[in-house]
């Protein structure tokens, strides 16, 4: 009498390899573009935070004609002393603000939004 084994045959188990790959080849194009839109979450929000900062500044130097506001002088108006970066998806390395005649403040890069599997400016938003 021949005895039935209980383990997986060869082709048993590259069936289940090719189904797992699968899977992960419908995973993964899903979690990147995830992972791009929270990035772009974050940044936009840093933007918003260092507007805010950057009024406090103005507010606190008014007395001062000021173009532009060094991103480190920004500092201690953050939680920590530390002055977010911008999305580490985006190409920039640090932000930059500018302030408008009429006191209107620029911070660049501006808002981002996921295009295709990238993140770029989003020049229809605020």
Known sequence: M???S????????????AIILILVSIAIPRFTKSNLSAQAAAHNVNVKEIKNAAILYLMEHESENISEIPVGNL??????????????????????????????IKVTPGPLKVEGNKLVLDTEGK
């Open 2 to 4: 021949k005895k039935k």
């Open 6 to 17: 209980k383990a997986f045959t060869l082709v048993e188990l590259v069936i289940v390899i």
């Open 75 to 104: 500092s201690e108006y953050f939680e920590g002393g530390k002055v977010p970066k911008p999305a580490k998806s985006y190409t920039s390395d640090d932000f930059k603000i500018s302030v408008g005649s009429n006191q209107e």
